[in-house]
């Protein structure tokens, strides 16, 4: 500590929640230990945080050291900086006009079975530039930073084609680097099969194996892979050989598993040894366990389930059995276009039946793993980056409580003040 200057002293934080503990994936009873400090404090050098706990330790331990600046909470609620592990962040268009065939009990699958759905984002993404691409991107992450987010995942798979989805990941690549927020980026082209290929599937998985994931390997555009695995889109066996291939060219692996139909998907993320699997509403308790033994990060999306007014995932059991669980908004154009992780924390609670605590943990430490960020961000650590968020409340259980507003107050990016009463810094943004 000696010779450093805080760049940031939080100060007079009246709930700070730290996450400290288990390093994670954090399962069971663990997910409910949040580590609470009262009249907290957090104290920041170079991005990174150097002391954290009671103020009173907190000052003393940064004694005789210069302060930049001071940033008093109020007494309010601070967390770590929320981590949202799934998104499809960029692509062109929307599907309003999809809500009214929703409201009339036409399914997700009927749409996309009619070249709706996925596949019309896919035309709007294919016509959009780069640089409309980009615009449109942008807003939804300033809003996903405005509602608590420091950390999102970004999935390609509106492309379909390997220039149109170089085109999409050259986005996030792009965005990355000239946003606060901090992206991880997945490559998914087995998200549908393009019309092109409607009657040659297995094609289209040629495709994505032998020149996809080469291209994306070989300009470095993404550390993740994804396929959606569901009926009338990609089968077990498909999504095996896409995800074995992605594995060995060293790839991190995911799978949309079990989200409409129980396939096996979780199984086979456990057998892959898949660092998250998504959605898994009709996941088997055989398949729960084989993710269990794989330490996979279930990562759960009940806007999803919402939007869609299905079935919930079976987070109680998955907690009970031994599975991490993470939350996401899952952002997308389709089934569920919204950039608030804190209405996910309302809907978490209400239909999965998880408590604050595990909400809290979900977004945070295990969202990290489920990304493979745990060393970095998650929780309020000394040598860990520094984001977190002041909200306007005093305890966790208010955020899902009071519901589809926004709570947040501030946000502390790798040090740097980009939210401040609600509002944006913009000259933190390049
Ligand atoms: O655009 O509908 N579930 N992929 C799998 C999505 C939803 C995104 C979409
Ligand atoms: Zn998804």
Redesign the pocket.
Known sequence: MEGKTIQLLVHNIGTLVTLQGTAGPRTGLDMSEVGIVEHGAVAISDGEIVAVGREEEVRDQVKGLEIETELDAGGRLVTPGLVDPHT?LVHGGSREHELALKSKGVSYLEILAAGG??LS?VRATRQATEDELYRKAKDSLDKMLLFGATTVEAKSGYGLTVEDELKQLRVTKRLNETHPVDLVSTFMGA?AVPVEYRDRPDDYVDLVIEEMLPAVRAQGLAEFCDV?CEHGVFTIAQSRRILQVAKAMGFGIKI?ADEIEPMGGAELAGELGCISAEHLLAASDEGLRAMQRAGTVAVCLPATSFNLRASHARARRMIELGVPVALSTDY????SPTESLQLVMTLACLNLHMTPEEVITAMTINAACAIGRADRIGSLEVGKQADLVIFNATNLAYLPYHFGINHVDAVVKSGKIVVHEGQLVKERFS
């Open positions: 499809h759905g996925i984002t998200h959606f949309h997308n154009p389709g089934s």
